[in-house]
């Protein structure tokens, strides 16, 4: 364990452990509590009075979690049968952490979604086994309180927050029926009429639901950074620290609670793995918006392209989006699936709220190169744009204030190592994992909401403890017979600036449809096109040379009369034209090939002709 800012220095309090088997860690969600499995046993401290608490001999263990009450440590170890074939030992044990002892034992064959499912103050626990969901009331794992049983259930989610809790249920669709997510109120599941909200949809092979109130996924997985939409931490519990072969960074805590709110919606990511379009190779996504109240929509999204990720603010009432196809669009919706405030386009697959939901970070990882946009949400503001090149994991302290990126193994097995960054840009301090060694994980400490308050933003950025890299900026490839000529203006894409979408203030108008939007920006493209237009038609006679005169002279507005002859003068028109490109081509010392300096010495004969069809010659 490492301090956290400003001093980064190994924390006395823990003991290093330098087993090589380190591969399985957690905290508590107050950050009170650490556990580890060093290959050997399970060992569980209290961070704050750096004293063992319990020692479990669970050797193969490789996923721990402890349930938000800190009453039950999960542990989960590889499921295998015996060597005669028959059934293997149960292998997800729920551990009683006031008395060290087995509260259950079950079977649990998949690492997916392994741990079972809390309620914020742990009155219910639920696991999704064969077809239905079971509940468990005051962690008694020994009698099943209630069953919800959907015909193929295969994902569900509790919501977050103060009682009563909802359950958010997922079942595919099969044999030409549609895939559909239901959310009910816990007891209540007697038939689809006691639902909440129903939502059914096509083309989705899995789903990843999240509910708002920091509501995203009850699994503590590391964020993958692939163009796939990644499975989200609670954003903003984990606080404080690096953990890897060595450490994390842990602050003292001070006595803070904030008034939990029930989860009021679930956003529906649906997912194929094929587009059978073709056209694209991530296969396809749609957004779906489900309230409890029992509205839903499909978020519409004006870019076409995968759905990258998606994070709810910690304020509950706007979700961002990051999608479609490179650069990718980013924007902020309200609970009416209405765009407030569009980010254009840019290099990122990825969006992170700080815990205080006042920041927000638009970044590109995995596959891009680690650009990152920090972005003042109230005022819409860029703070700063830093570089975390080849970054696999990326987390903001419980603090608000600052950001860890690290490079990890097994996505990337070079160059391991961690980041500590003021969301200003600065880097405050950096670790690099020796050449023989690897990085498997990095956590902050996690601490209770409203532990930290929140403080103004600031724009100049803080003295950083390394020197600020300006990251250089990205050229162009050129084919290597282009490489001596000069750049032309050509781009493979037009990049969209940021767009506010809110109503002006004063304004009496509603909020303009995404139909409306889009009428409204073609209209303006054509404006503009026309005001260019007579722009350059005020600026061609003076920018015109002798030969341009005389074809401006040999050029009336007005037909011969003769189809065939009117279209012989278009043609050449057309000619003359291309060859006053060329001439602008060589003036500006572009090397012309032998066939255009051809067609340049028969403008004469050209203008001659053009003339004489004019005159009816």
């Known amino acids: 364990m490492v301090n956290g800012p400003p001093s980064f220095t190994e924390s006395a309090a823990f003991q290093r452990d330098s087993g090589k088997n380190c591969k399985a860690v957690a905290f508590s969600k107050d950050g009170s509590l650490f556990a580890w499995c060093n290959g050997e046993k399970v060992s569980v401290v209290n961070v704050t009075r750096a004293e063992l608490l319990h020692s479990f001999d669970l050797p193969k263990t490789v996923c721990l979690e402890f349930s938000p009450k800190n009453n039950v440590l999960a542990t989960w170890q590889a499921y295998a049968t015996a060597k005669d074939g028959t059934a293997g030992v149960p292998n997800l044990q729920l551990h009683d952490l006031r008395t060290g002892k087995c509260l259950k034992s079950f079977v649990q064959k998949k690492m997916q979604n392994w741990c079972p499912c809390w309620a914020d103050d ?41 009682q009563p809790t909802k359950v958010a249920v997922y079942v595919p669709g099969s044999k030409g029926a549609p895939s559909f997510v239901r959310l009910y109120q816990y007891p209540n599941f007697g038939g689809p009429q006691s639902a909440l909200a129903n939502k059914s949809f096509f083309k989705a092979d899995k789903v990843t639901m999240l509910w708002n109130k920091k509501g995203f996924r009850k699994n503590p997985v590391q964020k993958r950074m692939t163009p796939a939409l990644p ?22 805590s001070c006595a803070a609670l904030t008034v939990s709110v029930p989860a009021t919606a679930v956003l529906v990511v649906a997912s194929t793995e094929v587009d059978k379009s073709g056209a694209s190779y991530y296969g396809e996504q749609t957004l779906h918006y489900v309230a409890a109240s029992g509205e839903s ?34 924007t902020v919706f309200n609970l009416k699936c209405d765009p407030v405030f569009d980010f254009g386009t840019g290099p990122r697959n990825a ?5 205080h939901g006042h920041i927000l970070v638009l970044a590109g990882f995995g596959n891009l190169r680690g650009q990152m946009e920090v972005w003042d949400v109230k005022n819409y503001k860029l703070i700063s744009k830093p570089v975390a090149s080849d970054s696999t994991y990326f987390a903001w302290c419980p603090d608000g204030e600052h950001i860890v990126t690290a490079t990890c193994a097994p996505r990337l097995r070079v160059s391991n190592g961690y980041k500590i960054w003021h969301y200003t840009g600065s880097v405050l301090h950096a670790y690099e994992v020796p050449a023989d060694e690897e990085m498997w994980q990095v956590f902050w400490q996690p601490f209770l909401d409203g532990v ?12 950083g403890q390394l020197p600020r890299a300006e990251p250089r900026p990205a050229q162009a490839y ?4 282009l490489r001596n000529r000069p750049a032309t203006g050509s781009k493979l894409h037009e990049d969209e600036p940021p767009q506010n979408m809110k109503p002006q203030l004063g304004g009496t108008d509603k909020p303009l449809s995404k139909t409306a939007l889009k009428n409204q920006r073609k209209h303006e493209a054509k404006k503009a096109a026309k005001q260019e237009a007579k722009a350059d038609a005020h600026q061609g006679p003076a920018q015109i040379k002798t030969p341009q005169n005389a074809l401006q002279n040999t050029v009336p507005a007005m037909t011969t009369g003769d189809p065939e002859v009117d279209k012989k003068i278009k043609n050449l028109k057309k000619k003359l034209k291309a060859i006053e490109q060329l001439k602008e081509q060589a003036a500006a010392g572009k090397q012309l090939e032998k066939n255009q300096v051809e067609k340049i010495q028969k403008e004469a004969a050209l203008l001659k002709e053009l003339e004489d069809l004019e005159l009816g010659v």
């Open 452 to 463: 930290f308050p929140e403080r103004a933003v600031r724009y100049q950025a803080v003295p």
């Open 297 to 330: 929509a499909v978020v519409q999204l004006p870019k076409n392209g995968p759905i990258y990720d998606v994070a709810w603010s910690p304020n509950s009432v706007e979700f961002c989006a990051v999608y479609g196809f490179m650069p990718a669009k980013a």
């Open 231 to 252: 499975h989200k931490q609670p954003v903003g519990t984990a606080s404080g620290a690096g953990f890897a072969l060595s450490g994390a960074v842990v602050f003292s």
């Open 122 to 162: 742990e009155s219910i626990c639920a696991r999704n086994v064969n077809n239905e969901v079971r509940f468990f009331e005051n962690n008694n794992f020994n009698t099943i309180a209630n069953k919800l049983h959907l015909q193929k259930v295969s994902d569900f989610v509790l919501s977050p927050g103060a």
């Open 478 to 481: 050129r084919p290597p017979a």
């Open 351 to 355: 969006a992170y709220y700080s815990p």
